[in-house]
């Protein structure tokens, strides 16, 4: 048997310090930047690897993995993990995992910050200014949605869904919410947050927020008929996957004044956005950073790190990666 040190993939810089850690057990080879994400240059990269730490920019499936013989694990950093196949992962005897709770708080910090300066609407007026268009105080100007006292609806009620629930209390909000499945009572409780069928969430949400995760099955989820669903005066918030909104419906309400305002952190082709959105006013559009605080990013890290350590047998959870993700 061979002596030599397992070998470790990095797509992509992320915290030297941290990542610094893997040299105990492994050889590290790290990609120096995120420019080359292309499936032929992911496959190269994993052909001799035995672990990689990935993320989002790293679409792995079974093309990908078919000459990296010796791959063990994989550790996406990043609790979303539908850049992976995880069947095709997992039915290799790959193990996979991601990092959850670590970000819990800091995403439903954005998700709730995105809904009110969509609502308030933060970031037209503030471009509006900048633009030089203030005269004076304009009575009218800038009217946006009221924010407490009104009713969340919360698409998808995990961990972040219900950490905004948490937060609209102190909002006074009433919290509608719809999940695959309902919470049990005791949670339901402790977010103030009543289920309802996704029919109701849509006519009845003065603001929705989506949180679900994204699988082929929801995809679009959010389309011209969903939209149509919703009062006219109300916002949709976008922190989970930009493949749940059928972006260019979404950009016809916006534009038609069939919907308020939205705030996305998401998009379908990012990092492109659709060009109708950045037309719209009416829209805040953030580049993906739910959870970048960096605090949070750098627990994130550390998390993934642990993973791969653990899932290629080394260190204090040999054998036990804290957040693998259980195969089906
Ligand atoms: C996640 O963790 O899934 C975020 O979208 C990226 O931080």
Redesign the pocket.
């Known amino acids: 048997m061979s002596d030599a040190r397992p070998k470790i993939w990095v797509s992509q810089p992320l915290f030297d310090d941290i990542v610094a850690r893997l040299d105990e057990y492994f050889d590290v080879a790290a990609t120096p930047d995120i420019s080359d994400h292309a499936p032929e240059a992911i496959a190269a990269a994993l052909r001799d690897a035995d672990g990689a730490l990935v993320t ?1 920019n790293d679409r792995i499936g079974a093309a990908e993995i078919a000459g990296a013989t010796r791959l063990r694990a994989i550790a996406n950093v ?3 993990y539908n850049n992976l196949d995880v069947a095709a992962l997992h039915a290799r005897g790959i193990v996979v995992a991601n ?1 959850p709770d670590v ?1 819990t708080e800091t995403t439903a910090d954005f998700g709730f910050a995105l809904m009110l300066a969509a609502a308030r609407r933060i970031t037209e007026a503030e471009h509006w200014l900048r633009a030089g268009h203030w005269q004076g105080w304009g009575f009218h100007k800038m009217l946006g949605a009221e924010v407490h006292g009104s009713t969340l609806g919360i698409l998808g009620m995990g961990r972040i869904g219900q950490g905004i629930a948490r937060r609209a209390a102190g909002f006074g909000m009433r919290v509608l919410y719809h999940n695959r499945s309902r919470l049990p009572e005791a949670v339901e409780r402790e977010c103030r947050a009543r289920y309802v069928d996704r029919d109701a969430l849509l006519a009845q949400s003065d603001h929705l927020v989506l949180v679900l995760p994204y699988v082929p099955a929801n995809h679009h989820l959010i389309d011209a008929a969903a939209l149509a669903a919703m009062k006219p005066t109300a916002t949709l918030t976008n922190i989970a996957r930009g493949g749940l909104v059928d972006e260019d419906a979404l950009a016809d309400a916006l534009q038609s004044g069939r919907l308020a305002a939205a705030g996305l952190d998401v998009f379908e082709g990012e990092p492109v956005v659709n060009p109708r959105l950045l037309a719209c006013r009416n829209v805040v559009l953030t580049p ?1 950073i ?2 970048g605080s960096l605090p949070t990013r750098r627990a994130m890290v550390a998390l993934a790190v642990d993973n791969l350590v653990a899932a290629l047998g080394y260190g204090p959870n040999a054998g036990k990666p804290p957040s693998a993700i259980a195969p089906k």
């Open positions: 989002l990043g609790v979303g990092t970000l993906h739910a959870s």
